[in-house]
């Protein structure tokens, strides 16, 4: 059974980078896109973006001037970077699988982590 | 971006009660779309997707409908698992996103 294992830094400050990785324990990172989504308590469940197993990158724009993304297809891993946060950045980051195989189309989000809390501090 | 925006914000009901969410997507999005269940403490759980398709192992009692930019979940005999945040969201376009949420408690 595929799993999602997520770590990183809880707690930051004003203007420094957020990182986060996550781990496909059972499985790979082929044939899928993999998202992040954060949650906090002002905005709600707020799509990042994600990365294939290509490299290849879809953000949102509302986030996409401070996000990278990145893989590592040997480890089965994908990360998040957020550059310049702010206490607006704080909230739960979730990464998840955005997955089509039941569909052949429509995109869900049946795979997800743990979830991270991350707490920016002024 | 569409926007995707959920009716009641929160709810209370009984046990057995039959429950109605409704989303509404600010531009016509097919069917893609999906519904989520949510307990405190833990990530969102996949109930519906493609607007209508009941995920595996969800129960039978969950039901979605809708297409184009009106959607529906239903819950036709609240039971004490179901108390939750119900979350849509839509897969047409990027960025994918979601509604604000549907916090149904106990009456």
């Known amino acids: 059974q595929v799993q999602l294992q997520q770590w990183g830094a809880g707690l930051l400050k004003s203007s420094e980078t957020l990182s986060l990785s996550c781990a496909v324990y059972g499985g790979s990172l082929s044939g899928n896109y993999w998202s992040w989504i954060r949650q906090s308590p002002g905005k709600g469940l707020e799509w990042i973006g994600e990365?294939?197993?290509?490299?290849?990158?879809n953000y949102n724009p509302s986030l996409k001037s401070r996000v990278t993304m990145s893989l590592d297809t040997s480890k089965s891993e994908f990360s998040l970077r957020l550059h310049s946060v702010t206490a607006a950045d704080t909230a739960v980051y979730y990464c998840a699988r955005t997955d089509d195989t039941l569909t052949g189309t429509i995109p869900y989000f049946e795979l997800w982590g743990q979830g991270t809390l991350v707490t920016v501090s002024s | 971006d569409i926007q995707m925006t959920q009716s009641p914000s929160s709810l209370s009901a009984s046990i057995g009660d039959r429950v109605t969410i409704t989303c509404r997507a600010s531009?016509?999005?097919?069917?893609?779309f999906n519904w989520y269940q949510q307990k405190p403490g833990e990530a969102p759980k996949l109930l519906i997707y493609?607007?209508?398709i009941l995920q595996s192992g969800v129960p039978s009692r969950f039901s979605g409908s809708g297409s184009g930019t009106d959607f529906t979940l239903t819950i036709s005999s609240l039971q004490p698992e179901d108390f939750a945040t119900y979350y849509c969201?839509?897969?047409?376009?990027?960025?994918?996103?979601f509604g604000g949420g549907t916090k149904v408690e106990i009456k």
């Open positions: 990365i294939n197993h290509s490299g290849s990158t």
């Open positions: 531009q016509s999005i097919s069917n893609y």
């Open positions: 969201q839509q897969s047409y376009s990027i960025p994918l996103t």
């Open positions: 493609a607007a209508s």
